[in-house]
C-alpha cells in the first residue's frame, strides 16, 4: 500500500470533535474527558493499523461503521478497576502474585468502620489528648506473646513490610557498625531484594562468617569486634539447604550475644502465631519459640502465616523495641489507619482463639475428606452439564440418528495431590490434598487453562504433565458453583 492511499485511507476518519458530537449520551452519562480519551484511543489504534497496512479500504470502511461500539467497549475498560478478584485454584495458600493471605471477614468488617469515618488513630479518648498509632496493634500482641517464660515485657511496632522491618531494625541497632551473619542465610527474597543490598541501605556492614552450608558458634565468636553492633539470624524461608549442613541452634546464639553484650535478631520472614505443628508443617520457627529462645527482637510478615494485611511486625524487648519507634526511619515506614484495623481485627481472632476465621489457617485445617467431596460435587455438576448439552444436541438432529454430533467433551477425575503453603514460608513442607484433574481430546491444557484464566472472574490454575489441575484448598467454599460453571463455560467457546 503506497503513501498516498494510506493517506486517503487516514483522511477518512472521523475527528473526536466529530465522534464527540456522535455519542454525546455516553459524554452526558460518562463526562466529556473520559469519553473523549477512548475515542482518541481507538483511532490511534486504527490509524497504527492504516500506517502499517494492516487495514484496506473495506477493513477502513468496517472500523469507521464500528467505531462507536469500540469506543464504547475502550470506556469500559478504561473505567473498570484493574486490581479484582480471582479465584486461587493453585493450591498454593499464600500465593505471592494472588495477594498472599486473604483477609478475615471481621478483620474487613472493621476495615470498613474506621476507614469510612473518622477513628482515635492518634487520639487518647481518655485524656483528650494526642496518642501513638502503635498501640492499637502493641496491646493485642502483647496479650499473645507476653508470658511467664519470658523474663520481659514484649511491645510490637509495625512498618508496611518485612524488609521494611529488617531495614528499620539494623539502621537503628547498627547504623556505622558490624551485623554478622552466616553466609548460608544471605537470602534472596522475592523481587530481587537481598539481605546484603537490604543491610548496605541501612547504614549497617555487613559481615560474613562460616560456609553456605556449614557454620558454627565458633565462627561468630571470632568475628566479634568492637565494632559488632548486632547478630542476625535469618530464617531460610524459601529455601533448603540439605546434606552436610551445621547451624548453630538459636540459643547458642543468644547466649553468645548475651555474653558479649551484643543483641541479637532473627528475621522470620513469615512468622507464625499457631502451631503449624499440629497439622504436620514442621521447620518453620513461630515468634513465640524465637521470643523464648532469647532473641531480642524478631522480624515477620503481617500477610503471610499470620494471615493479616500487608505488614512488617517487630516484636521483641521493649527496651530495644523503643530504639526503632524513636528511630525516624519508623514514621517513614508506618502503616495507615486500614493496616491496623485490619490488624486488629486479625489478632483479635487468635486472641478468641477462632482459627477457622482467620481465611489462612481455615485453608490450612481442611482436610482430605471435605476436598475431596466438594471435589466430587463439583465433576458431578460439570458431569449434569455435559449430559444436557449432549441431549440438547440430539433434540436438534430429530430423528436423524445418522447425523453427526461434535461435542467438545472434558474429562474429570479426582486425583491424590499436595498444596503448598507459599509466601516464601516452609519451603519442603507440603499438606495432602485431592485435584480435580481435567483432560480433554479437543483442547491442551494450556488452552484449558486460559479459558479459566479469562473466566468472570478469573480463575487460577496449575498446569502438568498435560493436565490442568484444580486443588479446592484454595478454592474458597462459596466459590465452588463459581468454578464448575466456569468448567462447564469451557465448552461453549
Same mark, same amino acid.
Given at each position: 500500500?503506497?503513501?498516498?492511499?494510506?493517506?486517503?485511507?487516514?483522511?477518512?476518519?472521523?475527528?473526536?470533535?466529530?465522534?464527540?458530537?456522535?455519542?454525546?449520551?455516553?459524554?452526558?452519562?460518562?463526562?466529556?474527558?473520559?469519553?473523549?480519551?477512548?475515542?482518541?484511543?481507538?483511532?490511534?489504534?486504527?490509524?497504527?493499523?492504516?500506517?502499517?497496512?494492516?487495514?484496506?479500504?473495506?477493513?477502513?470502511?468496517?472500523?469507521?461503521?464500528?467505531?462507536?461500539?469500540?469506543?464504547?467497549?475502550?470506556?469500559?475498560?478504561?473505567?473498570?478497576?484493574?486490581?479484582?478478584?480471582?479465584?486461587?485454584?493453585?493450591?498454593?495458600?499464600?500465593?505471592?502474585?494472588?495477594?498472599?493471605?486473604?483477609?478475615?471477614?471481621?478483620?474487613?468488617?472493621?476495615?470498613?468502620?474506621?476507614?469510612?469515618?473518622?477513628?482515635?488513630?492518634?487520639?487518647?479518648?481518655?485524656?483528650?489528648?494526642?496518642?501513638?498509632?502503635?498501640?492499637?496493634?502493641?496491646?493485642?500482641?502483647?496479650?499473645?506473646?507476653?508470658?511467664?517464660?519470658?523474663?520481659?515485657?514484649?511491645? *510490637?511496632?509495625?512498618?508496611?513490610?518485612?524488609?521494611?522491618?529488617?531495614?528499620?531494625?539494623?539502621?537503628?541497632?547498627?547504623?556505622?557498625?558490624?551485623?554478622?551473619?552466616?553466609? %548460608?542465610?544471605?537470602?534472596?527474597?522475592?523481587?530481587?531484594?537481598?539481605?546484603?543490598?537490604?543491610?548496605?541501605?541501612?547504614?549497617?556492614?555487613?559481615?560474613?562468617?562460616? *560456609?553456605?552450608?556449614?557454620?558454627?558458634?565458633?565462627?561468630?565468636?571470632?568475628?566479634?569486634?568492637?565494632?559488632?553492633?548486632?547478630?542476625?539470624?535469618?530464617?531460610?524461608?524459601?529455601?533448603?539447604?540439605?546434606?552436610?549442613?551445621?547451624?548453630?541452634?538459636?540459643?547458642?546464639?543468644?547466649?553468645?550475644?548475651?555474653?558479649?553484650?551484643?543483641?541479637?535478631?532473627?528475621?522470620?520472614?513469615?512468622?507464625?502465631?499457631?502451631?503449624?505443628? *499440629?497439622?504436620?508443617?514442621?521447620? +518453620?520457627?513461630?515468634?513465640?519459640?524465637?521470643?523464648?529462645?532469647?532473641?531480642?527482637?524478631?522480624?515477620?510478615?503481617?500477610?503471610?502465616?499470620?494471615?493479616?494485611?500487608?505488614?512488617?511486625?517487630?516484636?521483641?524487648?521493649?527496651?530495644?523495641?523503643?530504639?526503632?519507634?524513636?528511630?525516624?526511619?519508623?514514621?517513614?515506614?508506618?502503616?495507615?489507619?486500614?493496616?491496623?484495623?485490619?490488624?486488629?481485627?486479625?489478632?483479635?481472632?487468635?486472641?478468641?482463639?477462632?482459627?477457622?476465621?482467620?481465611?489462612?489457617?481455615?485453608?490450612?485445617?481442611?482436610?482430605?475428606?471435605?476436598?475431596?467431596?466438594?471435589?466430587?460435587?463439583?465433576?458431578?455438576?460439570?458431569?449434569?452439564?455435559?449430559?444436557?448439552?449432549?441431549?440438547?444436541?440430539?433434540?436438534?438432529?430429530?430423528?436423524?440418528?445418522?447425523?453427526?454430533?461434535?461435542?467438545?467433551?472434558?474429562?474429570?477425575?479426582?486425583?491424590?495431590? +499436595?498444596?503448598?503453603?507459599?509466601? %516464601?514460608?516452609?519451603?519442603?513442607?507440603?499438606?495432602?490434598?485431592?485435584?480435580?484433574?481435567? *483432560?480433554?481430546?479437543?483442547?491442551?491444557?494450556? +488452552?484449558?487453562?486460559?479459558?479459566?484464566?479469562?473466566?468472570?472472574?478469573?480463575?487460577?490454575?496449575?498446569?502438568?504433565?498435560?493436565?490442568?489441575?484444580?486443588?479446592?484448598?484454595?478454592?474458597?467454599?462459596?466459590?465452588?458453583?463459581?468454578?464448575?460453571?466456569?468448567?462447564?463455560?469451557?465448552?461453549?467457546?
Amino acid at each position: 500500500m503506497n503513501v498516498t492511499v494510506k493517506s486517503e485511507l487516514l483522511r477518512r476518519l472521523p475527528s473526536v470533535d466529530e465522534l464527540l458530537r456522535d455519542l454525546a449520551a455516553l459524554v452526558e452519562s460518562q463526562g466529556h474527558a473520559p469519553v473523549a480519551n477512548a475515542a482518541r484511543t481507538v483511532l490511534h489504534r486504527v490509524r497504527d493499523e492504516i500506517t502499517t497496512g494492516t487495514l484496506d479500504k473495506a477493513g477502513v470502511d468496517l472500523a469507521v461503521n464500528g467505531i462507536g461500539a469500540a469506543i464504547e467497549r475502550e470506556l469500559q475498560r478504561a473505567l473498570s478497576f484493574s486490581l479484582r478478584p480471582v479465584i486461587n485454584a493453585t493450591g498454593v495458600i499464600l500465593h505471592t502474585n494472588l495477594g498472599r493471605a486473604p483477609i478475615a471477614d471481621s478483620a474487613l468488617a472493621h476495615v470498613s468502620e474506621v476507614g469510612g469515618g473518622y477513628s482515635n488513630l492518634e487520639f487518647d479518648i481518655a485524656t483528650g489528648e494526642r496518642g501513638r498509632r502503635d498501640v492499637h496493634a502493641d496491646r493485642l500482641f502483647a496479650a499473645l506473646l507476653n508470658s511467664d517464660k519470658l523474663d520481659y515485657e514484649v511491645s *510490637t511496632i509495625v512498618v508496611n513490610n518485612n524488609a521494611a522491618a529488617v531495614l528499620l531494625a539494623l539502621n537503628a541497632l547498627a547504623e556505622g557498625g558490624e551485623v554478622i551473619v552466616s553466609r %548460608g542465610e544471605l537470602v534472596e527474597i522475592g523481587g530481587s531484594f537481598r539481605i546484603p543490598e537490604v543491610m548496605a541501605k541501612s547504614g549497617a556492614v555487613l559481615r560474613e562468617v562460616g *560456609t553456605t552450608n556449614r557454620t558454627r558458634i565458633a565462627d561468630y565468636e571470632r568475628a566479634i569486634t568492637e565494632r559488632t553492633r548486632l547478630l542476625l539470624r535469618v530464617h531460610r524461608s524459601n529455601f533448603e539447604i540439605v546434606g552436610f549442613t551445621e547451624q548453630p541452634s538459636l540459643e547458642s546464639l543468644v547466649q553468645l550475644g548475651h555474653r558479649c553484650g551484643i543483641p541479637v535478631a532473627e528475621d522470620l520472614g513469615s512468622g507464625a502465631l499457631f502451631d503449624l505443628q *499440629t497439622l504436620g508443617v514442621h521447620g +518453620e520457627p513461630d515468634v513465640m519459640a524465637s521470643l523464648r529462645a532469647g532473641v531480642d527482637i524478631v522480624t515477620y510478615s503481617g500477610d503471610k502465616l499470620l494471615g493479616g494485611p500487608q505488614a512488617g511486625l517487630i516484636s521483641g524487648r521493649s527496651d530495644i523495641v523503643v530504639k526503632l519507634r524513636e528511630n525516624p526511619l519508623f514514621r517513614a515506614l508506618r502503616v495507615d489507619k486500614l493496616t491496623y484495623s485490619a490488624l486488629e481485627g486479625t489478632l483479635l481472632a487468635y486472641i478468641k482463639q477462632d482459627y477457622d476465621s482467620v481465611p489462612a489457617l481455615r485453608i490450612m485445617r481442611l482436610t482430605i475428606k471435605e476436598i475431596e467431596s466438594r471435589a466430587h460435587s463439583v465433576i458431578a455438576r460439570v458431569a449434569e452439564a455435559q449430559l444436557r448439552r449432549l441431549q440438547n444436541a440430539c433434540k436438534k438432529n430429530g430423528d436423524d440418528t445418522q447425523a453427526p454430533i461434535s461435542l467438545k467433551q472434558l474429562t474429570l477425575r479426582v486425583v491424590d495431590g +499436595e498444596s503448598v503453603l507459599g509466601g %516464601g514460608a516452609a519451603p519442603g513442607a507440603t499438606l495432602p490434598t485431592k485435584l480435580i484433574a481435567i *483432560t480433554s481430546d479437543d483442547l491442551g491444557a494450556d +488452552e484449558i487453562s486460559r479459558r479459566l484464566r479469562t473466566h468472570d472472574p478469573a480463575i487460577v490454575a496449575r498446569v502438568e504433565e498435560g493436565r490442568v489441575l484444580i486443588d479446592l484448598r484454595t478454592v474458597l467454599p462459596d466459590q465452588d458453583q463459581t468454578v464448575s460453571r466456569a468448567v462447564c463455560a469451557i465448552m461453549d467457546f
